[in-house]
């Protein structure tokens, strides 16, 4: 007989036939067989069998997550912790498109199976779905189509990859189709890396198509800020990714992956020296910033300016972090803490100081 | 860091010595700064020289703050 795969697959309120925005607020429920997709899904690969259908609102699991992935795990654990031989194997999201919370959906509902059950869990989605910046590193997430439209590829490339899993198969994010996990792989290649860059410098040169080994993080944009209008009564605060701490690094800022920021007093200082401050960066050579801080963060010369009156007053901390191998979303959550604390006190500047 | 706390509204002068991460990064007003380990000061200048070339960057860095602009710029 033919092997047959038993899978579980979610679906959204709309997906799954129950009704449109009016039933975004559908408490998850578990219907026996395929619908919808599932119903596609089962064509396309005639030896899956789609056990049972989840359907959960859009909303529910937005506004509750915990309840709703509390509740959603009591409807799965008869299936997938049965003693059966033909319990489903793996579970399928989706496809979730470009659809925010339903894309959160499929996400956190695969970050959860996968966990609790140790097995395999797919969902796919348009790259620029805001979940996948905060599920791709734990999930596969197939790459799909903005739309609909994508939906038979899609379906098709999250079935294939669950059972690639499923038979410990090597995967790859290119040939796969899902959205890489952002870790590195050691592996062994024929060529040293210096006559791979070759290999590369001389394709493009001719004018070909180059792959890098090495993809760059894409990075967002903010609109740039009003300029200050009236600098002699703005209030001006300092900032550093460049390690300055107090003499003893209090709050122990790691010299690289910065888990956190600190925030430390500048009343009644005129300038930082080696006796009060020194560097907890791990990036660069310490000798400089240790034997004067100020060329890391200039406090001496600010003062100097807020005396002359060339900006209004100084922000009564400074906040420091270190800049090294520090994560996006890491910095992203100190900058918004820092914002936070100026807003609070009326900053209108800021000077942010980089090694 | 510069892009959160500019999404709050308060306008940051990022100032660095590896401007490409910076714009790649994506802050709105760079001002590039003397070498890495040491971005406001230099060593191989007297301590009055190498104070005067601090206070020109952060003067430049106050000008930059106060400058209008409607896309990245390196000041």
Known sequence: ?355 | MSKQIERAGIPVVHACSIVPISKTVGANRIIPTIAIPHPFGDPNKSPKEEKEVRKALVKKALKALATPIDKQSVF
């Open chain 1, 1 to 355: 007989m033919e092997h047959r795969y038993r899978v579980i697959h979610c679906l959204n309120q709309f997906f799954g036939g129950m009704g449109g925005e009016e039933k975004a607020y559908q408490p998850p429920q578990l219907f026996e067989g395929a619908r919808g997709p599932g119903m596609l899904l089962e064509n396309l690969f005639p030896n899956i069998q789609v056990a049972a259908t989840l359907v959960v609102g859009d909303n529910y699991l937005a506004d509750k997550t915990e309840r709703a992935l509390r509740e959603i795990l009591a409807l799965l654990t008869p299936w997938y912790a049965a003693e059966s031989a033909d319990k489903p194997k793996f579970l399928l999201a989706g496809p979730a498109f470009n659809a925010g919370r339903y894309g959160i959906a499929c996400g956190a509902i695969c970050q959860m199976v996968q966990k609790e059950f140790s097995i395999p869990a797919v969902t796919a989605m348009y790259p620029q779905n805001p979940a996948v910046i905060e599920y791709k590193k734990n999930v596969f997430i197939v790459r799909a189509g903005k739309d609909v439209m994508d939906m038979e590829e899609a379906l098709r490339n999250m079935a294939v990859l669950g059972i690639k899993q499923l038979n410990g198969e090597e995967l790859d994010p290119d040939r796969d189709h899902y959205i890489p996990h952002g870790q590195r792989k050691n592996y062994f290649a024929e060529k040293t890396g210096a006559s791979r860059a070759i290999d590369m410098l001389l394709r493009k040169l001719a004018g070909k198509q180059i792959h890098t080994e090495c993809t760059m993080p894409l990075f967002d944009r903010v609109e740039p800020a009003p300029p200050v209008r009236d600098m002699a009564s703005a209030r001006l605060a300092l900032v550093t990714s460049g390690g300055i701490v107090p003499r003893g690094n209090p709050d122990r800022i790691e010299a690289a992956s910065a888990s956190r920021f600190g925030t430390y007093s500048l009343n009644g200082l005129s300038r930082f020296s080696s006796e009060t401050h020194q560097t907890a960066h791990g990036g660069y050579d310490p000798t400089f910033a240790n034997d004067d801080p100020n060329r890391i963060l200039p406090l001496d010369v600010v003062r100097e300016l807020e005396a002359e009156g060339a900006f209004g007053s100084l922000h009564d901390s400074y906040y420091a972090t270190v800049g090294n191998g520090t994560s996006v979303a890491n910095a992203d959550r100190y900058g918004f803490e820092i914002a936070k604390l100026l807003l609070a006190d009326g900053v209108q500047a800021v000077i942010l100081t980089s090694t």
